[in-house]
């Protein structure tokens, strides 16, 4: 499986990178995970895995690399909360939710100040992260929960158990990681690791059937 070096850019500088990659995609309609199978997985586990009901007023929830918002309005619907959708573009284009509240928001992840958040959801961002970097975004995910809060991510998951590098032609990293790395990421920045799924992407890439691995973990009470 090919191994290659990060380019040689900055954080600011690369987060341009990602922009113009993701932008020139939704541009063509190539956003082909938008409204998949898949991400309905996604959701489904995220509410499956989502702390009890404040006492007073609504879960509050953070959808980093939002997209189009479809997963946004879909978790503000089925968990009647407050969410917000984050991303580096505003091509959210998705209807309101019947319930619940959204909001959208264009900027970076680690700009992102508000917390006490109840869930806080990275459905397809950390893979697309340089490595230098990963340290950084789990311990800021972990920083913007309440106690109690649980934190989902949704990583390429390595076939082979190796952490391979699959840059596209436009600079964009996509790497496929094993369980233990993206565990030991997050249980390092202080949570519990809670739950698992692996989702089929029904995808085949050299010679691999490739799948999603959705991982929740918690932050401790008080």
């Known amino acids: 499986m090919p191994r290659t070096a990060e380019p040689a850019v900055g954080y600011t500088a690369y987060r341009r990178v990602v922009a113009d990659s993701f932008g020139t995609w939704y541009g063509r309609r190539r956003d082909s995970w938008t409204g998949t199978d898949t991400n309905e997985a996604v959701t489904r586990f995220v509410c499956a895995e989502a702390p009890a009901p404040r006492a007073e007023g609504r879960r509050r929830i953070l959808d980093v690399g939002c997209g189009r918002g479809r997963q946004t309005t879909a978790l503000a619907e089925r968990l009647d909360a407050d969410t917000t959708g984050l991303d580096l573009l505003d091509v959210w284009d998705a209807p309101p939710p019947?319930?619940?509240q959204v909001r959208f928001r264009q900027g970076d992840f680690l700009d992102f100040t508000d917390d006490?958040?109840?869930i806080v959801v990275d459905n397809g961002c950390l893979h697309h992260?340089?490595?230098?970097?990963w340290p950084a975004w789990a311990a800021h995910g972990a920083r913007l929960l309440r106690p109690g809060g649980v934190l989902a991510v949704s990583v390429f998951l390595s076939p082979d158990g190796a952490i391979s590098e699959l840059?596209?032609?436009d600079g964009r990293l996509n790497w496929w990681l094993p369980e233990e790395t993206v565990t030991d990421l997050y249980t390092r920045a202080g949570l519990t690791a809670t739950g698992r799924q692996v989702i089929d992407r029904d995808f085949?890439?050299?010679g691999h059937w490739l799948s999603y691995l959705a991982l929740s973990f918690r932050k401790a009470e008080g």
Do not use: E, I, S, V
């Open 204 to 206: 085949q890439y050299q």
């Open 167 to 169: 840059p596209l032609d």
């Open 129 to 133: 992260q340089r490595r230098a970097d």
């Open 98 to 100: 019947t319930r619940g």
């Open 116 to 118: 006490n958040l109840d």
